[in-house]
Nanobody, 123 residues
Framework: QVQLVESGGGLVHTGGSLRLSCTAS????????MGWFLQAPGKEREFVAS????????YYADSAQGRFTISRDNARNTVWLQMDTLKPEDTAVYYC????????????????WGQGTQVTVSS
């Protein structure tokens, strides 16, 4: 089992920044590609960004490209999502995810989910 705990969410004005953190415990962190997803009220959970086991490859949804940055430190069992130039449509619960592989893809299942952290962007 892998336990994922997110932090760093909150309320921010349009154009502001937030840095989400996700700390893992349980199994070897570097055995997993990691990702961030969001779920807005009344909508399905959707992909935001992912990173391979070593941190050398990253992937972004179109909406996140150029504004968000995913990174990880395997020595600290932590993955981050730096979110800049936030918009009201970024408002959602953000979930950390550990993929069932060292390389993430659209077809790679998520093995573990965090509990989520709320991000609210006011206009």
């Amino acid at each position: 089992q892998v336990q994922l705990v997110e932090s760093g969410g909150g309320l921010v004005h349009t154009g502001g920044s937030l840095r989400l953190s996700c700390t893992a415990s349980g199994r070897t962190f570097s055995n997993y590609a990691m990702g961030w997803f969001l779920q807005a009220p009344g909508k399905e959970r959707e992909f935001v960004a992912s990173i391979n086991w070593s941190g050398t490859s990253t992937y972004y949804a179109d909406s996140a490209q150029g504004r968000f940055t995913i990174s990880r430190d395997n020595a600290r069992n932590t993955v981050w999502l730096q979110m800049d130039t936030l918009k009201p449509e970024d408002t959602a619960v953000y979930y950390c995810a550990a993929y069932a592989s060292v390389v993430p893809s659209m077809s790679t299942p998520v093995a573990y989910w965090g509990q989520g952290t709320q991000v609210t962007v006011s206009s």
